[in-house]
């Protein structure tokens, strides 16, 4: 299944940090939720982020088939050092016909962490995607929003409150 599904929404030509953490990805989540499947209680992951002079590279897909439900809360962190530290990731999300995804991705970087990000959504007829953001901290955080959807409903929330500079493409 994950070979069905890596790489269908950002693609590793999509510029050099989705290039480098297509190739390098470490760890990361694939959330799959059949057809039709109500998960009643939210889900949650915790990516526990690099420590000093560390690169560090996670991938995230969430595919909710057709008529599926879910909340999916993901956070990302790590605690402050002194010297830097990189992490690259790439989010792909998928929400077939008809199908609800609540989506909160929360980021806690230490103040030392350098964090690109490739986020990406595909959002089919019918379906809904509630996309909740929130940012403390970070040495520089860049991530590139993309939304495609075909007569959906999507929204997007964000929060920052970040150490340094933030910079986000949508």
Known sequence: ML???IGQIVKADDGKFAALT???AQNGVLLYVPKNVQVEQPLHSVLWGPGANLAHFSHLIVHVEAGASVTYVHEAASPDETSPAMHAGIVEIHVGEDANLKFVELQSWGRHVW?????RARVERGG?????FGAVGSRLTKKLFRFRSRRSRRTRQNVWFLFYRCYTTS
């Open 3 to 5: 070979k069905k599904l």
């Open 115 to 119: 964090n690109f990000s490739h986020e």
């Open 128 to 132: 809904n995607l509630d996309w909740i």
């Open 22 to 24: 297509s190739a390098m």
